[in-house]
T-cell receptor, first 114, second 119 residues
Framework: GENVEQHPSTLSVQEGDSAVIKCTYS??????FPWYKQELGKRPQLIID?????GEKKDQRIAVTLNKTAKHFSLHITETQPEDSAVYFC?????????????FGRGTSLIVHP | GAVVSQHPSWVICKSGTSVKIECRSL??????MFWYRQFPKQSLMLMAT?????????EQGVEKDKFLINHASLTLSTLTVTSAHPEDSSFYIC???????????????FGPGTRLTVL
């Protein structure tokens, strides 16, 4: 089955700095890669996703890149703010007609210091 | 749109009792729902995949007789923890595979979770 590795487990940055979280996956058939943000005690919220026919996607301060050959994808947050502090999960799955059972990474706890 | 609710948000029960958790898709039909368990500071552990009108598919190591899942309609799935014990205490989160952007149905929406504490 699919295996998703996520690094780092903890990331501490100063407000205004950029943060990068990286994930690798093992199944080359995976074609859908969402990122979720989970604040303490709350539900995971989809913040951005990318499909295998796209190499990069950006939404304001958040961007995701995908390298299909190397089987890795990354989340980039620029100009970080204290409210960005949360746990971020990456996932990989075969969406849109595939089995669609996402495999999640172990999560990255992002701490943004004011 | 694409809101998933979960009830109750928290429950405390005595050891040996059963607890039912409901997961509803409020404004869309979800043919597939997922149940996760999350321990503090850990990732989401998939317990089972629930398909409307059919038996749930359980992940390896998850006891189907202990965690009963019923997906009776396109908007409701229930998880019943039978004969709960303290080690079942956890945060249980459901999600529904719902309407993504036009033409895509693989976006996953999460419920707010249920904190179960078994005394």
């Amino acid at each position: 089955g699919e295996n998703v590795e996520q690094h780092p487990s903890t990331l501490s940055v100063q407000e205004g700095d950029s943060a990068v979280i990286k994930c690798t996956y093992s199944d080359s058939a995976s074609n859908y890669f969402p990122w979720y943000k989970q604040e303490l005690g709350k539900r995971p919220q989809l913040i951005i996703d990318i499909r295998s026919n796209v190499g990069e996607k950006k939404d304001q301060r958040i961007a995701v890149t995908l390298n299909k050959t190397a089987k890795h994808f990354s989340l980039h947050i620029t100009e970080t703010q204290p409210e960005d502090s949360a746990v971020y999960f990456c996932a990989a799955s075969m969406g849109s007609g595939g089995s669609y059972i996402p495999t999640f990474g172990r999560g990255t706890s992002l701490i943004v210091h004011p | 749109g694409a809101v998933v609710s979960q009830h109750p948000s928290w429950v405390i029960c005595k050891s040996g009792t059963s607890v039912k958790i409901e997961c509803r898709s409020l404004d869309f039909q979800a043919t597939t729902m997922f149940w996760y368990r999350q321990f503090p500071k850990q990732s989401l552990m998939l317990m089972a995949t629930s398909n409307e009108g059919s038996k749930a598919t359980y992940e390896q190591g998850v006891e189907k007789d202990k965690f009963l899942i019923n997906h009776a309609s396109l908007t409701l799935s229930t998880l019943t923890v039978t004969s709960a014990h303290p080690e079942d205490s956890s945060f249980y989160i459901c999600s529904a595979r719902g309407p993504g952007r036009v033409g895509r149905t693989d976006t996953q929406y999460f419920g707010p979770g249920t904190r179960l504490t078994v005394l």
